[in-house]
């Protein structure tokens, strides 16, 4: 078994592996050039974080800048929107759905260290969990996610919070650490104002 196959089975692995090291500086190089894109080459940004990404939908837009470790474990679908400072750290894979939209300042960590301090001392020792994030979710500014974490379909995350466990589907969850607040309903519907949006 080889290291990635380790970090992708969630067990220790040796993050100093050589080709997990040159995995990550080709990311590095490619966040490096994403970022360093002009504003207006809104096709070459695209081009780019497709090519990063492991697979995404048609709409996508991540605001500069943006970084991860590999990029090829990270899965976006339709209509994903982030907001600047963006940083997902891919050592197990990330998997987000259709129309989910991420504030500014976000971090979504797979990427873990041993309690024990005798195996966190060890140099290079490191595991990962997958981190997965339903449709239709919001995640407010400055969230973090921590590895292992769920967050079904609909959900609103506030902004500040810590997610250190499963969030469920249809709920507004906020806090350190980030729990369920309150169902969301359809007393949650804004007035529309006239016009087309």
């Not at 090519?51 to 048609?58: A, C, H, P, R, V």
């Not at 963006?86 to 894979?93: F, G, N």
């Not at 979710?137 to 400055?142: D, E, F, P, R, S």
């Amino acid at each position: 078994m080889t290291e990635k196959d380790k970090m992708l089975a969630g067990v220790m692995y040796n993050s100093e592996d050589e080709e997990l090291v040159a995995a990550r500086r080709e990311a590095k190089l490619k966040c490096r050039k994403f970022n360093t894109l002009p504003p207006d080459d809104e096709e070459g940004r695209v081009r780019l974080l497709k090519e990063i990404l492991g697979k995404t939908g048609e709409q996508i837009w991540i605001e500069q800048p943006f970084l991860c470790d590999y990029g090829t474990f990270i899965e976006v679908g339709e209509n994903f929107y982030a907001n600047y400072n963006l940083v997902v750290l891919d050592c197990a894979k990330v998997t987000i759905g259709d129309n989910v939209f991420i504030a500014p300042n976000v971090g979504i960590y797979t990427a873990a260290h041993p309690i024990l301090a005798s195996q966190r001392n060890i140099r290079g020792c490191e595991y990962a969990a997958p981190i997965t994030i339903g449709s239709n979710v919001w995640i407010g500014g400055g969230v973090q996610i921590c590895p292992g974490v769920t967050i079904g379909d609909n959900t609103v995350i506030g902004a500040g919070s810590v997610v250190t466990k499963d969030i469920p589907s249809d709920v507004v969850a906020a806090g350190v650490p980030c729990k369920v607040i309150r169902n969301i309903t359809l007393d949650d519907m804004m007035p529309m104002g006239e016009g087309e949006l």
